[in-house]
C-alpha cells in the first residue's frame, strides 16, 4: 500500500530471491495492474526495468484514475514467486515523503530524513495508512476518491450511498443496463435520483462514485502526518495520553480506542469535524 496524487507516477517493484535466500533473478516477470474501475494493464517482462542478476524488477505507472489500484506480479520458473498489493491515488495533494521528512527531523534513529532507514516507499505506505485510518474514523475521504459501488434495487428511484461529500456518479447501471448521465441526479449528500425509470427490484445496480473532501484541509494534513509518522517511527513517539486544562479551558484525555480513535488529539478531532457523523455533506 502506497499513497500517491493523480498526476504521480507510481514506481512498482519486485524483488525474487533464490532457495539460499540470496537475490535471483526468476525465470520470467510479468505484471498485472487493475485499475478502479476494473481496466486492466498488463505488462510483460521486456518493459520491465531489469539488471541481470539483481533480482528486481521494477515499472513506472501514471495512474489516470482515482481510487484503489491492485497491483499482481508473477514470476515464473526459477525462483518462481507471486506478489499481490495496492496503491491509492487521490485527487488533491495530502502529503508527500518530502513533507514527512521536513516535519520531523530528530537524530539516530529518530530522524526521517535517513533515506537509508526511512526510503520514500516506507514513508508512502505510513502516510497511506494513516489517510485510510482517518477515513475510516471520519467516514469520508481526506481529498477526492474514486471507486466501484453496487447495491441492489429495491423497486425506486432513489438509492443512497453508504457515502457522502460525492462529486460525481460515472458508468451507472442497473441490470446490466448504462444509464445515461442525463437520466439522473445526484447530491453531495450520497442521494442519487432517476428522472426516468427505477432501481428495478432486486437487480444488481452499479457506478463508479468520485467523493471526499475537496482539498485536504491544513489541520487533517497535519494530523496524518503525525500518525504517519508514529506508524514509522513507533515507540519513538510519545504515548498516546494527553491532557489539557486551564482557567479557559478543559481537561481532555485522548486515547486510542476500538471505535476507531488513534488516540492522539489533532487527528480524532479533525475527524469529528470534517466528519460525516456529524451529517457533513
Not at 530522524?111 to 467516514?139: K, V
Amino acid at each position: 500500500m502506497s499513497l500517491y496524487t493523480l498526476g504521480e507516477v507510481a514506481t512498482l517493484t519486485l524483488n525474487t530471491y533464490n532457495s539460499a535466500g540470496a537475490a535471483a533473478d526468476a525465470g520470467s516477470v510479468a505484471l498485472k495492474i487493475t485499475a478502479p474501475d476494473g481496466t486492466v494493464t498488463n505488462v510483460a517482462l521486456g518493459s520491465l526495468t531489469h539488471v541481470a542478476s539483481s533480482g528486481v524488477y521494477s515499472y513506472l505507472f501514471t495512474p489516470t484514475m482515482l481510487g484503489r489500484y491492485r497491483v499482481e506480479w508473477i514470476a515464473t520458473g526459477a525462483n518462481a514467486t507471486d506478489s499481490v498489493g495496492s496503491f491509492a491515488v487521490y485527487g488533491a495533494t495530502i502529503a508527500t515523503p518530502a513533507d514527512l521528512r521536513a516535519r520531523y527531523v530528530g537524530g539516530g534513529a529518530a530522524d526521517l530524513t535517513d533515506s537509508t532507514r526511512y526510503p520514500d516507499w516506507l514513508l508512502r505506505i505510513a502516510l497511506e495508512g494513516a489517510a485510510e485510518q482517518w477515513a475510516s474514523s471520519a467516514n469520508v475521504r481526506v481529498a477526492p476518491w474514486s471507486e466501484s459501488i453496487t447495491w441492489i434495487g429495491d423497486g425506486t428511484g432513489i438509492a443512497k450511498f453508504p457515502i457522502v461529500k460525492v462529486s460525481s456518479v460515472s458508468a451507472l447501471t442497473v441490470n446490466g443496463t448504462t444509464i445515461a448521465g442525463s437520466n439522473y441526479l445526484v447530491s453531495r449528500a450520497g442521494i442519487i435520483q432517476l428522472t426516468t425509470g427505477v432501481f428495478t427490484a432486486a437487480k444488481t445496480c452499479t457506478a463508479m462514485v468520485t467523493h471526499g473532501l475537496d482539498y485536504p484541509p491544513r489541520t487533517v494534513v497535519d494530523a496524518i502526518m503525525e500518525r504517519a509518522t508514529e506508524l514509522v517511527l513507533g515507540s519513538n513517539v510519545p504515548a498516546r495520553t494527553i491532557a489539557q486544562g486551564g482557567d479557559l479551558g478543559y481537561t481532555r484525555f485522548s486515547l486510542a480506542g476500538r471505535d476507531g480513535s488513534s488516540g492522539i488529539a489533532a487527528f480524532d478531532s479533525s475527524a469529528s469535524l470534517f466528519g460525516a457523523a456529524i451529517g457533513f455533506a
